[in-house]
């Protein structure tokens, strides 16, 4: 994935610098975020749980860049003189950097859902399950080239794409609301139904790391 860029106040070089790094920061934290999304997917669907282990240290990292990135932001906005592309740039980066550290909490989230549903035989859902979870991954990967390349259609595409998880949660849910005579505990349905939310939310959330994109390019939110 390249590096974006744009085109800052030529008069302050300090100041085209310093967003090029922060261009480099969210890159690298979307990064951390889409191999929290992989190790949850292997510890949920591969019942890894070594891979669940994994990921409060990743998330930690994450949130690391989170706050970075915040602060960077904020003191490039007042300490500086951004043009008001670069504006633009970097209310859009302080938006789509909550939306990849909810996405890493998420992954969190489903690495815990994986350890509890551990001891449970495979549900008749999972494999359904399972393409939503690779449908929301690759949302996000689309999102962040997106992002990398600066393209603006393929921001927006997003929307289109999430249609397929929304219409998967759906089903899904619906499969294990009517579910008759559970035999044993009733957690597995529980946390089914927690884990396909927690997708459904990840690919919302890539769908608005594609909009900030279309309103970095553009100006126009969506």
Same mark, same amino acid.
């Given at each position: 994935?390249?590096?974006?860029?744009?085109?800052?106040?030529?008069?302050?070089?300090?100041?085209?610098?310093?967003?090029?790094?922060?261009?480099?920061?969210?890159?690298?934290?979307?990064?951390?975020?889409?191999?929290?999304?992989?190790? $949850?997917?292997? #510890? *949920?669907?591969?019942?890894?749980?070594?891979?669940?282990?994994? @990921?409060?240290? &990743? !998330?930690?990292?994450? =949130?690391?860049?989170?706050?970075?990135?915040?602060?960077?932001?904020?003191?490039?906005?007042?300490?500086?003189?951004?043009?008001?592309?670069?504006?633009?740039?970097?209310?859009?980066?302080?938006?789509?950097?909550?939306?990849?550290?909810?996405?890493?909490?998420?992954?969190?989230?489903?690495?815990?859902?994986?350890?509890?549903?551990?001891?449970?035989?495979?549900?008749?859902?999972?494999?359904?399950?399972?393409?939503?979870?690779?449908?929301?991954?690759?949302?996000?990967?689309? $999102?962040?080239? #997106? *992002?990398?390349?600066?393209?603006?259609?393929?921001?927006?595409? @997003?929307?289109? &794409? !999430?249609?397929?998880? =929304?219409?998967?949660?759906?089903?899904?849910?619906?499969?294990?609301?009517?579910?008759?005579?559970?035999?044993?505990?009733?957690?597995?349905?529980?946390?089914?139904?927690?884990?396909?939310?927690?997708?459904?939310?990840?690919?919302?959330?890539?769908?608005?790391?594609?909009?900030?994109?279309?309103?970095?390019?553009?100006?126009?939110?969506?």
């Amino acid at each position: 994935m390249k590096a974006v860029h744009y085109s800052s106040n030529p008069q302050i070089p300090e100041l085209a610098r310093a967003i090029r790094r922060l261009e480099r920061d969210v890159l690298r934290m979307g990064a951390l975020v889409e191999q929290s999304f992989r190790l $949850s997917h292997q #510890a *949920l669907f591969a019942r890894n749980l070594t891979a669940a282990e994994e @990921l409060p240290r &990743l !998330d930690k990292k994450i =949130d690391r860049f989170y706050r970075q990135i915040e602060s960077d932001c904020t003191a490039i906005m007042t300490l500086q003189a951004p043009t008001a592309q670069d504006l633009r740039c970097l209310s859009a980066f302080m938006q789509l950097v909550r939306d990849l550290e909810r996405i890493g909490d998420y992954a969190e989230d489903l690495a815990e859902i994986a350890i509890k549903i551990f001891p449970y035989a495979p549900h008749p859902s999972m494999p359904d399950i399972e393409a939503m979870s690779l449908h929301a991954q690759s949302m996000l990967a689309t $999102s962040l080239k #997106a *992002l990398g390349d600066l393209d603006e259609g393929g921001g927006r595409r @997003l929307k289109h &794409l !999430d249609d397929t998880v =929304d219409d998967a949660y759906d089903r899904v849910y619906q499969t294990l609301a009517q579910q008759r005579d559970v035999p044993g505990v009733v957690e597995p349905i529980v946390l089914l139904a927690l884990a396909i939310r927690c997708l459904e939310r990840m690919a919302d959330h890539a769908t608005n790391i594609g909009q900030r994109v279309a309103y970095i390019v553009t100006g126009q939110r969506s």
